[in-house]
Antibody
Framework: EVQLVESGGDLVQPGGSLRLSCAASGFSSNSFWMSWIRQAPGKGLEWVAHINEPGNDKYYVDSVKGRFTISRDNAKNSLSLRMDSLRAEDTALYYC?????????WGQGALVTVSS | DIVLTQSPLSLPVTLGQPASISCKSSQSLVSSDGNTPLNWLQQRPGQSPRRLIYGVSVRASGVPDRFIGSGSGTDFTLEISRVEAEDAGVYYCLQSTQWPHTFGQGTKLEIK
């Protein structure tokens, strides 16, 4: 069974840091580009970051550039998102998703709440 | 960034009736290789999104044939030929022609 399982979501103060992880199983995630996509409470979807199969090509939405870092460990079939200088507007459910021209697989999401 | 504008944002539909959602792009979605990477996703209440359609009109594996994608250039449509109860949820278009990938605002389909 294909699974993507996110972890690491938490309540954090503005300016704080957090690291999200995504564990893939049931498929070879190193054959896919991988993405982080977020959804603020009651809102739509926003693509956040994307990394290619070997991990040497990365893209970010402008609002997180310089603050978020996407990375992957193909040996462990895992994806990470390091989030620094967090802001209230980063509050969202963060999904990891596997891409091959379409977002084939999605996790259940990790909730990040930025609040004092 | 490419802006995708969906309409309507709310769509009440009677069971068994057709439904149609429009997605208009701020610029052509034809990529340099001649393809048009316009996707549709469905998000049922309380669930993660799932793929429905990619490349404008190709149904993903397991998607019923009542879901039909069409369009070209900047104008795209998702049609459901006969709405069933399990179709309730929010539908998003997504473009991957250009970075950043962008989504439409979402259209909430509710069963009357």
């Amino acid at each position: 069974e294909v699974q993507l399982v996110e972890s690491g979501g938490d309540l954090v103060q503005p300016g704080g840091s957090l690291r999200l992880s995504c564990a893939a199983s049931g498929f070879s995630s190193n054959s896919f580009w991988m993405s982080w996509i977020r959804q603020a409470p009651g809102k739509g979807l926003e693509w956040v970051a994307h990394i290619n199969e070997p991990g040497n090509d990365k893209y970010y939405v402008d609002s997180v550039k310089g603050r978020f870092t996407i990375s992957r460990d193909n040996a462990k079939n895992s994806l990470s998102l390091r989030m620094d200088s967090l802001r209230a507007e980063d509050t969202a459910l963060y999904y990891c998703a596997a891409w091959s021209g379409v977002y084939n697989y999605w996790g259940q999401g990790a909730l990040v709440t930025v609040s004092s | 960034d490419i802006v995708l504008t969906q309409s309507p944002l709310s769509l009440p539909v009677t069971l068994g009736q057709p439904a149609s959602i429009s997605c208009k792009s701020s610029q052509s979605l034809v990529s340099s290789d001649g393809n048009t990477p316009l996707n549709w996703l469905q998000q049922r209440p309380g669930q993660s999104p799932r793929r429905l359609i990619y490349g404008v009109s190709v149904r993903a594996s397991g998607v019923p044939d009542r879901f039909i994608g069409s369009g070209s250039g900047t104008d795209f449509t998702l049609e459901i030929s006969r709405v069933e109860a399990e179709d309730a949820g929010v539908y998003y278009c997504l473009q991957s022609t250009q970075w950043p990938h962008t989504f439409g605002q979402g259209t909430k389909l509710e069963i009357k």
